[in-house]
């Protein structure tokens, strides 16, 4: 088994106390991020940062969907940590000031993947997947914070 790492990042013209506000908010913003490739989603405790557990089901490709339920914690003023209690999946949102009334959003998700050459495909494709789902995330989190 290998750990699987992916990141993706983008600027926004809106301050990092707002952006933090938006990512933290799982009740009413969250859901309006999120692609097609998320279903399921509920707010089963909390609702806005640390102590909020939510579940969705995320089809990574066509064949393979997760069935995750997290539990985000804020080991830092600008760190949501989301800890999948089905599997060793962690995503960890970092927002930061990237010059004035502009934040910059860091998203890293590690996991412990397959061994063998599935693992070997995994480790090689799976990153590349999941940016992409995390990319539109971004994006429309930049529409959220105009």
């Given at each position: 088994?290998?750990?699987?790492?992916?990141?993706?990042?983008?600027?926004?013209?809106?301050?990092?106390?707002?952006?933090?506000e938006?990512?933290?908010?799982?009740?009413?913003?969250?859901?309006?991020?999120?692609?097609?490739?998320?279903?399921?989603?509920?707010?089963?405790?909390?609702?806005?940062?640390?102590?909020?557990?939510?579940?969705?089901?995320?089809?990574?490709t066509?064949?393979?969907?997760?069935d995750?339920?997290?539990?985000?914690?804020?080991?830092s003023?600008?760190?949501?940590?989301?800890?999948?209690?089905?599997?060793?999946?962690?995503?960890?949102?970092?927002?930061?000031?990237?010059?004035?009334?502009?934040?910059?959003v860091?998203?890293?998700?590690?996991?412990?993947?397959?061994?063998?050459?599935?693992?070997?495909?995994?480790?090689?494709?799976?990153?590349?997947?999941?940016?992409?789902?995390?990319?539109?995330?971004?994006?429309?989190?930049?529409?959220?914070?105009?």
């Amino acid at each position: 088994m290998g750990q699987v790492y992916a990141t993706t990042e983008r600027v926004y013209e809106a301050s990092p106390e707002r952006v933090y506000e938006a990512l933290a908010d799982y009740q009413v913003t969250r859901p309006k991020l999120l692609p097609e490739q998320y279903s399921e989603y509920e707010v089963r405790a909390g609702g806005t940062g640390a102590g909020t557990q939510v579940h969705w089901r995320l089809q990574a490709t066509e064949k393979r969907v997760r069935d995750c339920l997290f539990t985000v914690t804020s080991p830092s003023p600008e760190k949501l940590v989301e800890s999948d209690a089905n599997s060793s999946m962690v995503i960890t949102w970092t927002v930061s000031a990237a010059g004035e009334g502009r934040s910059k959003v860091t998203v890293e998700t590690t996991w412990q993947g397959a061994g063998g050459i599935g693992g070997f495909f995994e480790r090689t494709f799976a990153p590349k997947g999941l940016n992409r789902i995390h990319d539109q995330v971004l994006a429309a989190l930049a529409d959220e914070v105009r």
